[in-house]
Structure formats: structure tokens, C-alpha cells
């Protein structure tokens, strides 16, 4: 397994942009499909974006689709979340999550980050 910790959380106006980084260690990285989710108080963690192993393909929830761009840089074991016209609702905690093979729930990640936060105000 791959050790994940996520930066760049903070609070936001509503309308602005913020950029969550995922910094990953080890060397099976650019073997790990990757991706971020959220989680609200008192909701269950959901899912946000995901990119695959080449970071050729993208995937969106439909909240976020339009306004969040997932990327990925494998020569520097990296995976950003770039937030654009933050809404209230987007307020959570931000994780970063991976496995080998592409995850069809929350539950199949077989690896997280921490979890930082994200506070966006009227």
C-alpha cells in the first residue's frame, strides 16, 4: 500500500477556487487508481472524482462535475483536486484515497490520507 496525506484545505469564500494536493510514498503510486472523497458531519463519506493509473481518465460525481478537475502527476507521486466555484455544500472533509484496481464504492479504497479540511463560508 501506498501512505497519502492530503494539503491545501482551508476556508473559502463561496464562488472561489481552492487546489487539494495528495502527496503519496512508496513506489506503487502509479499503480494505484486514485481518487478523492468527502465526508459531512453526520453524512456519509462520498465520493468526489477519481483518475485513473496514467491519469488518462477522469471520473465525477455529478455534484461536483463542471467545477472539480482531478489530476495527477506520477513522476512526483501526486494527485491534486482543483475545487472552482466552491458552493456552501461543499463544505467537508477532504480525503484522498486509492487502490490497485478501480473502486466501485467508498468501501473498496484500500488506502486513505488523513482527511483535511474544507470550510466554505457565505
Known amino acids: 500500500q501506498v501512505q497519502l496525506v492530503e494539503s491545501g484545505g482551508g476556508l473559502v469564500q463561496a464562488g472561489d477556487s481552492l487546489r487539494l494536493s495528495c502527496a503519496g510514498s512508496?513506489?506503487?503510486?502509479?499503480?494505484?487508481?486514485m481518487g478523492w472523497f468527502r465526508q459531512a458531519p453526520g453524512l456519509e463519506r462520498e465520493f468526489v472524482a477519481a483518475?485513473?493509473?496514467?491519469?488518462?481518465?477522469?471520473y465525477y460525481a455529478d455534484s461536483v462535475k463542471g467545477r472539480f478537475i482531478i489530476s495527477r502527476d506520477n513522476d512526483k507521486n501526486m494527485v491534486y483536486l482543483q475545487m472552482n466555484n466552491l458552493k456552501l455544500e461543499d463544505t467537508a472533509v477532504y480525503y484522498c484515497?486509492?487502490?490497485?484496481?478501480?473502486?466501485?464504492?467508498?468501501?473498496?479504497?484500500?488506502?486513505w490520507g488523513q482527511g483535511i479540511q474544507v470550510t466554505v463560508s457565505s
Open positions: 484515497g486509492g487502490s490497485r484496481d478501480p473502486f466501485s464504492s467508498v468501501a473498496a479504497v484500500t488506502s
Open positions: 512508496g513506489r506503487s503510486f502509479n499503480s494505484y487508481f
Open positions: 483518475v485513473s493509473w496514467n491519469g488518462v481518465s477522469t
